[in-house]
C-alpha cells in the first residue's frame, strides 16, 4: 500500500543527545514536510523540501537539522540544541503543483526524559 | 506567526445538529485545505477550495471561502459522535505555495 512511514512511534530521549525520526514515502511525491504539534495545539512547520538535495526553513528550524537525499526519504534529527523537544512530529508529503493535497504519516511521539 | 486562525477554539454539539467551524488568514493564499485529526494520529484530507472557488461539497461537508474578508468556514451537517476530531484549516501562500501553513485547529465534540 502506498503512504507515508514514520519511525519510530514512541523515542525517549536524554537531555543532551540527538536524535533522528525516520520518514519513508512510497507515493513518488516530491515535497515532503515536517511539523511539530505540542499537546492542544496546531502544527508548526520546521522544515520543508520540494525537490532532491534541496529543502528550506519552516517557522522553527532552530535546534532541527533535516537532510533530503532521496526522493522517498526525509529525515528529521532532533538536535540538543533545541531546547524543548518534547513534542508530536509529523511528516507529510505531497505533489509539488499547486494545491495539491498533503499526506501525512501517523506521528512519532518523542519525550525528554 | 500564524496565517491561519480557526475559531471556536471547541465545539460540542448533539449528534444530529450540524456543526460550523471558522477560518480566518491574514496574505493571499492560492488554495485551503481543512484537514481532520483524531486524537494522537496523523492528519487527514478533507476538502480543498481554490482561491477562485467561493463554496465546495463533499458529502456531508460544506466549504465556503471569502477572500475578500479572507476567511473560510466548514460546516458538517447531522454530524455523528465518529466526527469527534480536531480540525484544521491549512492555507499555502501565494509567494511560496510549497510552505503550507496550518492553523491551530477547532477541537469538535459530538455528543451521542
Known amino acids: 500500500d502506498g503512504g507515508i512511514t514514520q519511525s519510530p512511534k514512541y523515542l525517549f530521549r536524554k537531555e543532551g543527545q540527538n536524535v533522528t525520526l525516520s520518514c519513508e514515502q512510497n507515493l513518488n511525491h516530491d515535497a515532503m514536510y515536517w511539523y511539530r504539534q505540542d499537546p492542544g495545539q496546531g502544527l508548526r512547520l520546521i522544515y520543508y523540501?520540494?525537490?532532491?538535495?534541496?529543502?528550506q526553513k519552516g517557522d522553527i528550524a532552530e535546534g532541527y537539522s533535516v537532510s533530503r537525499e532521496k526522493k522517498e526519504s526525509f529525515p528529521l534529527t532532533v538536535t540538543s540544541a533545541q531546547k524543548n523537544p518534547t513534542a508530536f512530529y509529523l511528516c507529510a508529503s505531497s505533489f509539488r503543483d499547486r494545491g495539491n493535497t498533503i499526506y501525512f504519516g501517523e506521528g512519532s511521539w518523542l519525550t525528554v526524559v | 506567526s500564524q496565517q491561519g486562525e480557526e475559531d471556536p477554539q471547541a465545539l460540542s454539539i448533539q449528534e444530529g445538529e450540524n456543526a460550523t467551524m471558522n477560518c480566518s488568514y491574514k496574505?493571499?493564499?492560492?488554495?485551503l485545505q481543512w484537514y481532520r485529526q483524531n486524537s494522537g494520529r496523523g492528519l487527514v484530507h478533507l476538502i480543498l477550495?481554490?482561491?477562485?472557488?467561493r463554496e465546495k461539497h463533499s458529502g456531508r461537508l460544506r466549504v465556503t471561502l471569502d477572500t475578500s474578508k479572507k476567511s473560510s468556514s466548514l460546516l458538517i451537517t447531522a454530524s455523528r459522535a465518529a466526527d469527534t476530531a480536531s480540525y484544521f484549516c491549512a492555507t499555502d501562500l501565494k509567494t511560496s505555495y510549497d510552505k503550507v501553513i496550518f492553523g491551530p485547529g477547532t477541537s469538535l465534540s459530538v455528543i451521542p
Open positions: 496574505t493571499s493564499i492560492n488554495n
Open positions: 523540501s520540494q525537490i532532491v538535495n534541496d529543502f
Open positions: 477550495i481554490r482561491s477562485n472557488e
